[in-house]
């Protein structure tokens, strides 16, 4: 798998037009001085022996070194993670607070002014592009409100109180969205858990309607939420480009999207298998998370 | 004979009308300057946003915008600007041309850098032979007819020449004329693309780059000039891509100063009362090339049926919001060689079809337009297209990133490509390399090879009386709106945006932020 998703990076990122010395480049019309540099970096070979060389290196646990600042990929992605697990870890947090009460609410009083509600908040959420809550919240609590910073990152863990505000914005912008996500499923997979023989049955055993829900509704209804859970963390952490663009968060879905725009190939495969690996890992939390919530798929 | 400062077309006041003119107001920014009337007083760090990232330290590696927005406030150049573009001592205190191949710099005495280390002749022969040999020199190009550095004294260069070269002196009041302590260079070695500690002799000097956060710079307190500044006690620049969030911080009090502004966002920077805007002229001519090597620009009638059915007044004034002027051709209005007797191309469809009946193609031609994904780059392609429809041409627009317009330019694989070039000081820098004859990768990507041109272009370079080249100048314009190798669209206008608080700065249409004499209110 990660085989594969490494040579379909590899001859990708290799066949986009460009070129990572003309951009490193571009007001040198010197031909000696990139052609020499081209060899320095192995970019004259052909691509096969290219991918032969840096599968040779990875094996031996080298991600290379970024073409356009010479420091190992490795070094750019551990300043980079920290951030991005840092948001992906509070956006998650904000879309468990706001989404659980709000699906759990919306799939009990079905058909209600608060299931109303939270379906319109879940329409908003998923239609509403990213950019744009995010540029509202930056307008609403930044500019006018003045009550968070607007751009820019500190390490909640060294700055502590400013570190966290820091990342506020970006995390509503993440969490709400997922939120709006999570709301729908939960909603969903409640109502189908509602209508099931076990649920009557615990209402027929003279249950209170909030012990029906938290005992056997909830737990059955969970699969589908952490499914969906489990794939967007690994979204959340490579892929909040748009999120740390606007906020000028120094995260991996910028620096692989700056990547790329370099044609800076080393760093642009590295991160990718770094990612892929991120999510292979994820959904094999997933999985194990399924056996401890759901002991009929507990594997043997 | 000692050259003084160019005589500039434009004084300071037209300068600024210019500006006026093409903004619809005079700009409240210009208190940014005239403000400074008030005593300075030092103290308080000065918050830069800029839309990205340094990519080095190193001056002489360096092929970034932002990058020279640093340096130019921890490095020196050898010779520097005026606001009229003229040219100004530096690090060295005067210059003398004895014959056309042999230039003198007599340098500043007393001048040390951070690291201590003096600043001397030999200094300057390392910091030459350098831009010149090193492998990743970024340099080479514009230090190419200086053959030898000799050091005649302690305080004094003679630099010989390979051949005449009038555009020398404004190449060294940038990156070219960057003098970097060798002592840094020789201990730090390749660190220093990350680490200026002590490297300059600039007011500022360089403290820590936090990669992807923020770079900060503190007062130089042994800088050599004790006239006025440096009164800020540091400077802290930080990369925030997004136009909007950077705007939006500035609002918002995070930072005091923007780089640049959107010319969507110029109407609301001036309507808002906290913040001050102001517009510089710049350098820059934003255009598009034609490329000549293959159909259907090869042919000159269909290259000029383009220009003449695009209406530069519209794109200028509906795309560009006025945030600039119709270019007329490669020099701009800021540069002394700037002759406002030459119109730029006026639309004119009948001519247009004529054009196209003698290209061949009476009833117009499919083609390429190939530009950035960027906003501004579309809509101004999409401007032209309707504007092409109009005489029957038909053009698509195929749209790229960076990497892609460089390696489309580079091979030569486009029908028209937009191409916009931030200026340089002296007008060789807008034209030479676009223009001239040359083999292999050079910045002309329309192909042009023509012996009129590439003869007045050596002329330029060889005449060194200012009002001569002004001509030579002049004539090229014509010939390149006769020939047209690229349609010039606009000298844009950077107007950038400061806090109230911000006093002192002198806006040098080069688009450069030296904060010497900066302070805050």
């Not at chain 1, 759990?104 to 950019?131: H, K, Q, Y």
């Not at chain 2, 950077?246 to 009362?273: F, M, N």
């Not at chain 2, 749209?399 to 091979?411: F, I, P």
């Amino acid at each position: 798998m990660l085989v594969l998703v490494t040579a379909g990076v590899f001859a990708l990122i290799h066949l986009t037009p460009g070129d990572p010395i003309d951009v490193m480049m571009a007001e040198s019309v010197d031909d000696s001085v990139k052609a020499n540099l081209r060899r320095e970096l192995g970019l004259d070979q052909p691509i096969y022996v290219q991918y032969a060389a840096w599968m040779g290196r990875l094996l031996r646990g080298d991600l290379g070194r970024s073409i356009r600042n010479g420091e190992p990929v490795i070094e750019n992605v551990s300043r980079r993670i920290r951030p991005s697990v840092q948001l992906a870890a509070l956006a998650m947090a904000v879309s468990l607070l706001v989404a659980t009460p709000l699906g759990i609410l919306s799939a009990a009083r079905r058909n209600t002014s608060v299931d109303r509600v939270g379906t319109t908040f879940a329409l908003f959420g998923i239609c509403m592009p990213n950019f744009l809550l995010a540029l509202l919240l930056i307008f609403c609590f930044g500019v006018k409100l003045r009550w968070l910073p607007i751009s820019g990152y500190l390490d909640p863990l060294e700055d502590g109180w400013p570190g966290l505000r820091s990342l506020v914005l970006p995390a509503l912008t993440l969490g709400l969205a997922l939120a709006a996500v999570v709301t729908r499923t939960l909603r969903s997979s409640m109502l189908e858990a509602l209508g099931e023989d076990y649920v009557r049955t615990a209402r027929a055993k003279g249950l209170s309607e909030w012990r029906v829900i938290r005992g056997h509704v909830l737990k059955n209804a969970l699969i589908p939420v952490v499914t969906v859970l489990g794939l967007q963390l690994g979204t959340l952490i490579g892929g909040a480009v748009i999120t740390e663009y606007v906020f000028a968060l120094p995260g991996v879905g910028r620096l692989v999207v700056d990547a790329v725009f370099a044609r800076d190939y080393p760093l642009v495969q590295g991160v990718v298998l770094l990612i892929a690996i991120g999510f292979i890992l994820s959904n094999l939390a997933v999985d194990l998370l399924y056996g401890w919530i759901d002991p009929r798929i507990r594997y043997r | 004979m000692r050259r003084s400062a160019p005589d500039a077309s434009l004084d300071r006041r037209e300068f600024l009308h210019l500006c006026a003119l093409a903004t619809g107001a005079l700009a409240p920014g210009i208190a940014v300057s005239s403000a400074s009337a008030q005593t300075p007083k030092k103290g308080g760090t000065l918050r830069v946003g800029f839309y990205l990232e340094a990519s080095t330290m190193d001056p002489h590696l360096s092929g970034s915008k932002v990058d020279r927005q640093i340096y130019h406030n921890i490095y020196e150049p050898l010779l520097t600007l005026d606001v009229k573009l003229g040219i100004k001592p530096g690090l060295a205190e005067s210059w003398q041309q004895l014959e056309p191949k042999i230039l003198i710099l007599k340098l500043r005495k007393g001048v040390k850098f951070q690291d201590g280390t003096d600043f001397n002749a030999e200094v300057v022969r390392f910091n030459f032979n350098r831009m010149k040999t090193e492998p990743k020199s970024v340099r080479k190009g514009e230090v190419a007819s200086i053959e030898s550095v000799d050091v005649v004294d302690p305080y004094t260069v003679k630099l010989n020449l390979r051949r005449p070269d009038a555009a020398l002196l404004a190449t060294l009041t940038d990156r070219a004329g960057m003098m970097v302590s060798p002592k840094v260079i020789q201990e730090r070695g390749a660190e220093l693309e990350r680490n200026a500690k002590g490297a300059g002799t600039g007011p500022f000097e360089f403290v820590e780059w936090i990669k992807d956060d923020h770079l900060l710079i503190k007062r130089n307190e042994s800088y050599w000039n004790k006239h006025g500044g440096p009164y800020l006690d540091r400077v802290r620049y930080r990369p925030i891509p997004d136009d909007t969030v950077k705007l939006q911080s500035l609002q918002a009090g995070e930072i005091d100063v923007i780089d640049y502004v959107q010319p969507r966002d110029v109407a609301a920077v001036r309507a808002d009362k906290n913040l001050v805007e102001l517009d510089v002229p710049s350098l820059a001519a934003f255009a598009y090339q034609l490329n000549q090597t293959r159909p259907p620009f090869n042919v000159k009638a269909l290259r000029q049926a383009v220009a003449y059915a695009i209406d530069l007044d519209q794109i200028v004034k509906g795309v560009w919001l006025n945030v600039g002027v119709p270019a007329n051709g490669p020099v701009p209005p800021t540069s002394w060689a700037y002759d406002k007797s030459i119109p730029a191309i006026k639309r004119d469809l009948a001519k247009a079809k004529a054009k196209l009946a003698e290209g061949g193609k009476p009833s117009g031609f499919p083609f390429t337009i190939t530009t950035a994904n960027i906003p501004i780059n579309v809509q101004e392609a999409e401007v032209i297209q309707a504007q092409l429809a109009e005489v029957g041409i038909q053009a698509k627009i195929k749209l790229v990133d960076a990497a892609t317009q460089l390696s489309d330019g580079n091979s030569k694989n486009f029908d028209m490509i937009s191409y916009q070039w931030s200026g340089r000081p002296d007008p060789d820098g807008n034209t030479y390399q676009f223009f001239k004859t040359t083999p292999g990768t050079s910045l002309n990507w329309s192909g042009i090879s023509n012996p009129q041109i590439d003869a007045l272009l050596d002329k330029t370079r060889e005449v060194s009386n200012q009002a001569e080249r002004k001509k030579l100048y002049s004539e090229l314009t014509k010939l390149l709106q006769e020939e047209l190798p690229m349609i010039y669209i606009v000298h844009p206008i950077e107007p950038k945006a400061f806090s109230p608080k911000v006093q002192g700065y002198e806006p040098i249409p080069d688009g450069m932020m030296r904060f010497k004499e900066v302070w805050l209110k």
